[in-house]
């Protein structure tokens, strides 16, 4: 038996729901979550069931690129990736966001100026 199958399953993103993989997702809509430490930002995404609510590293990645006012974050693209982050003392997963994706340089001539 899986306990997931018994148990209700997490209404937020996990880094492990995530499959290893980076995901373009649109927002479809800004809220709030209450935890004991505080209110949160949570979005949910366009065609997802779960929402990923926000620390405040991802927020400000996201009101870098579109703005403080979290209204216009609706219909804007993102991208999530899980990675790990230090958390008293240990590494442990987490999900990042990004809104524009790095290019790779595959150019290996001597022109590069490093």
């Known amino acids: 038996m899986n306990i997931d199958e018994v148990y209700e399953q997490s209404k937020s993103l996990k880094a492990e729901d995530l499959k290893g ?13 209450k935890f004991k430490e505080g209110v949160k930002i ?17 927020a400000r990645v996201i009101a870098k690129y579109h703005g403080k006012n979290t ?9 999530i990736f899980p990675t790990e982050t230090e958390f ?3 590494l442990v997963d987490c999900i990042r ?3 524009e994706t790095p290019k790779a340089i595959d150019d290996f001539s001597d022109d590069i100026p490093f």
């Open 42 to 58: 949570s979005l949910k995404f366009q065609g997802k069931k779960k929402a990923l609510v926000l620390n405040k590293t991802n």
């Open 97 to 99: 966001v990004r809104v």
């Open 88 to 90: 008293n003392g240990s």
């Open 21 to 33: 993989r980076t995901h373009k997702l649109m927002i479809s809509e800004v809220g709030t979550a």
């Open 71 to 79: 209204d216009g974050w609706i219909g804007k693209e993102i991208e």
